[in-house]
């Protein structure tokens, strides 16, 4: 991921074919990056740019302290090399800082009874509007999360992080769990919570969910292909206590080949408390297979939310 900090480095060259979607701020800071954390002093820069950047480039390379040797155009794209100079730089970006350079938004909005703001990020949805499935869950949380001590809770896929911003202002929970695949949400959720003032939240990152095999839950009950695949929870055993979430909320990933239902039932069965209530949010196809695979010991809500497509419904653990 561009300005990612990057353990392994600093390295003699770097070899980049520049994205031009991830939008002029994080390019520009990128070449900045590389020539300060990631090269060593002396190091090549060799990368390919789309021609309407170009000229950008370098003057993005000139900024950033590196020096052209060579470049190569076509009438669509721009080859060069460049070099890092041969004293190291002062002035380094923060490693903590690096989520910055991918901002591209500041939103205000009332959602769900209470005012939210959030900073959106290249890369994410949600940058300057909340989802429809996040609609659906916000208008279902409000109801079904009513009355309840909530004292810790747990946000699968949290996106740029506007479901735990609500947790934090409306149910005032001691502590967020966060769970996701991409590094991006979960910083980017991690930074609109730190900015809220809320400190308290942990995230984990991929694969916390079971990967169900298909030749498993095709030959099997879908409980039993569960506790076939148990042993790869591991880590979340040692990172998720069991019976120690009050309130959940899933959203419910399209995953090739992975059983997003069972897997996510598997993770609320261990994690959530009786009488905490868990929100799947969705496709309708997912929401479906949710219900039909709920185990024994769950009884649905008779809420539920839907918009334009996305559904949102709701579980108590009896």
């Not at 900024?63 to 794209?77: S, V």
């Not at 400190?199 to 969910?209: G, N, Q, T």
């Not at 009488?275 to 969705?282: A, K, L, Q, R």
Request: charged share 20%; with cysteine; proline share 6%.
């Amino acid at each position: 991921m561009l300005c990612e900090p990057d353990e392994r480095g600093p390295y003699d060259a770097i070899v980049s074919n520049l994205p031009a979607k991830a939008g002029v701020n994080v390019l520009e800071n990128y070449f900045h990056f590389a020539c300060t954390e990631l090269l060593q002093p002396g190091g090549t820069f060799a990368f390919v740019i789309i021609a309407p950047l170009a000229d950008m480039a370098c003057i993005w390379c000139a900024n950033a302290g590196l020096a052209l040797i060579r470049t190569n155009r076509t009438k669509n794209h721009m080859v060069a090399i460049a070099q890092s100079p041969r004293e190291v730089q002062v002035g380094k970006l923060s490693s903590n800082g690096w989520i910055s350079a991918y901002l591209r938004s500041h939103t205000e909005r009332q959602l769900a009874r209470a005012n939210l703001e959030w900073d959106g990020f290249q890369g994410l949805p949600e940058f300057d509007e909340p989802s429809f499935v996040t609609l659906c869950t916000l208008s279902l949380a409000q109801r079904v999360f009513a009355g309840l001590l909530v004292r810790r809770a747990l946000v699968v896929e949290p996106g740029v992080g506007i479901i735990p911003i609500w947790i934090k202002e409306v149910l005032g929970t001691e502590e967020i769990v966060l769970i996701s695949h991409d590094v991006l949400a979960l910083t980017a959720s991690i930074h609109n919570l730190e900015k809220k003032g809320f400190l308290k939240a942990i995230s984990i990152l991929d694969p916390i969910l079971p990967i169900i095999s298909p030749s498993a839950i095709e030959n099997s009950l879908p409980h039993e292909a569960l506790l076939q695949e148990k042993e790869g929870q591991v880590s979340v055993e040692k990172k998720l206590s069991p019976a120690s979430i009050d309130v959940a909320v899933f959203f419910l990933e399209d995953i090739p080949r992975y059983n997003i239902a069972s897997a996510s039932w598997l993770l609320t069965q261990k994690s959530l408390k009786r009488g905490g209530v868990v929100i799947f949010s969705g496709t309708s196809t997912h929401c479906e297979r949710v219900c039909r695979e709920k185990p024994m010991g769950f009884s649905r809500l008779p809420h539920s939310d839907q918009k334009k497509g996305w559904h949102a419904v709701a579980f108590r653990r009896d």
